[in-house]
C-alpha cells in the first residue's frame, strides 16, 4: 500500500469511529427523552387519579 492509501485508510477508520459514537450517543438520548416521557404520562395519570378521588370526596362531604 502506499502512504496515500494508508492515510486514506486511517481516515476512513477515524470516520466510522465518529459514526458509531454518534449513533450510540443519539440512541442514549433518545432512550432518555422516552423515559422521561413515560415518567411524565405516568405522573399525569397519578394526578388525574388523586383529583378524581378529592372530587368524590367532595361530593361524599356535600350529601346530607
Do not use: W
Not at 22 to 35: E, F, N, R
Not at 39 to 61: F, M, P
Amino acid at each position: 500500500m502506499s502512504i496515500r492509501e494508508e492515510d486514506s485508510l486511517k481516515i476512513a477508520k477515524r470516520a466510522v469511529k465518529i459514526s458509531l459514537f454518534c449513533v450510540c450517543l443519539v440512541l442514549v438520548l433518545g432512550m432518555l427523552c422516552v423515559y422521561m416521557m413515560v415518567t411524565q404520562i405516568d405522573a399525569s395519570a397519578g394526578i388525574n387519579h388523586r383529583v378524581i378521588e378529592l372530587e368524590q370526596y367532595v361530593k361524599d362531604l356535600q350529601k346530607p
